[in-house]
Each structure stands twice: as structure tokens, then as C-alpha cells.
Nanobody, 123 residues
Framework: QVQLVESGGGSVLAGGSLRLSCVAS????????MGWFRQAPGKEREFVAS????????YYADSVKGRFTISRDNAKNTVYLQMNSLKPEDTAVYYC????????????????WGQGTQVTVSS
């Protein structure tokens, strides 16, 4: 397992941008698919984006395509989520997660989770 710590959340007006970071500890970071999930009050935790460890291919939920970009720097054990054109419906706690599986959007296939960072978008 890897230990994950997110940062970069905050409050922003609709149309604004934020960049989330997730720093991992543990030698296995470079061998993990890294993902971002989010959970709004009263809703299930949902997939946002993921990036493979091998070919760096990225995948996105339809709701964020074209607005969010996931990237990773294996030398820094860090994964990022650049969020542009934010909308009030993006308001949620955002979680970083690591999976030993291949590219996946399935929550149960991620075995390591950070504690989350709050993102609030106001209109």
C-alpha cells in the first residue's frame, strides 16, 4: 500500500480553477494506477479521473471531460488534478486513490485512499 496526502482544495467562484495535488509515500507509487474521486454531501463517491502507471494514459468521467486534467510525476511521487471552468456541481470532497489494477474507474479496485480535500464552487 501507499500512503496518500491531498492538498490544494479551497473555495472558488464558478468559472475559476484549482489544482489538487496528492503526494504518495512508499516505493510502489510508480507501479500504481492513480485516481481521483469525489463525494458530494448525500451522494455516493464517484470516479473523476485516473492515470496509468505504465503508459500515462488518462481517463475521465464524462462530467469533467474537457475541464479537468490528471497528470503524474513519478519522480516526485505526486499526482495532480487541474480543474478549470469549475461549476457549483463540482463541489465535493476530492479523494486521491491508488490501485494495483490497471486503469479502472471502479472504486473497490483502489486499495489506498487519502483523507480528502474540500472543493467548494460558488455561483
Amino acid at each position: 500500500q501507499v500512503q496518500l496526502v491531498e492538498s490544494g482544495g479551497g473555495s472558488v467562484l464558478a468559472g475559476g480553477s484549482l489544482r489538487l495535488s496528492c503526494v504518495a509515500s512508499g516505493r510502489a507509487f510508480s507501479l500504481r494506477t492513480m485516481g481521483w474521486f469525489r463525494q458530494a454531501p448525500g451522494k455516493e463517491r464517484e470516479f473523476v479521473a485516473s492515470v496509468n502507471w505504465s503508459d500515462f494514459m488518462s481517463y475521465y468521467a464524462d462530467s469533467v471531460k474537457g475541464r479537468f486534467t490528471i497528470s503524474r510525476d513519478n519522480a516526485k511521487n505526486t499526482v495532480y488534478l487541474q480543474m478549470n471552468s469549475l461549476k457549483p456541481e463540482d463541489t465535493a470532497v476530492y479523494y486521491c486513490a491508488a490501485s494495483g489494477a490497471g486503469s479502472t474507474s471502479v472504486r473497490n479496485e483502489y486499495e489506498s485512499w487519502g483523507q480528502g480535500t474540500q472543493v467548494t464552487v460558488s455561483s
